[in-house]
Nanobody
Framework: VQLQAFGGGLVQAGGSLRLSCTAS????????MGWFRQAPGKERDLITA????????HYADSVKGRFTISRDNAKNTVYLQMNSPKPEDTAVYFC?????????????????WGQGTLVTVSS
């Protein structure tokens, strides 16, 4: 599967931004989807993941209550709604997909990756 993330840009702290990630192919609903981010000089971290049918989600503590992951399997798309972003949310955001993940907090098993989209949050 090929993933393409878009929607990044400059946003003011306290505003909102929605990222999208579109997948190629006809088997999107078989993949667990995740959003990762990597800030300058830091490791890439999982911030949220969603199960195949969208019924389960996982959030890192750093974004819980502010960001929301969702998916539309009919459109082969996963979304990341970013509300009340903070300057420390500035990073390159990546979407990722994997067929085998069972535990949504798993970070190391994603097989497919999008190209990343930069989000800059100004104070």
């Amino acid at each position: 599967v090929q993933l393409q993330a878009f929607g990044g840009g400059l946003v003011q702290a306290g505003g909102s931004l929605r990222l999208s990630c579109t997948a190629s192919g006809r088997t999107f609903s078989r993949y667990v989807m995740g959003w990762f981010r990597q800030a300058p000089g830091k490791e890439r971290d999982l911030i949220t993941a969603i199960s195949r049918n969208g019924g389960r989600t996982h959030y890192a503590d750093s974004v819980k209550g502010r960001f929301t992951i969702s998916r539309d399997n009919a459109k082969n798309t996963v979304y990341l709604q970013m509300n009340s972003p903070k300057p420390e949310d500035t990073a390159v955001y990546f979407c990722a997909a994997d067929l085998s993940i069972v535990v949504l907090s798993t970070t190391s098993s994603y097989e497919y990756w999008g190209q990343g989209t930069l989000v800059t949050v100004s104070s």
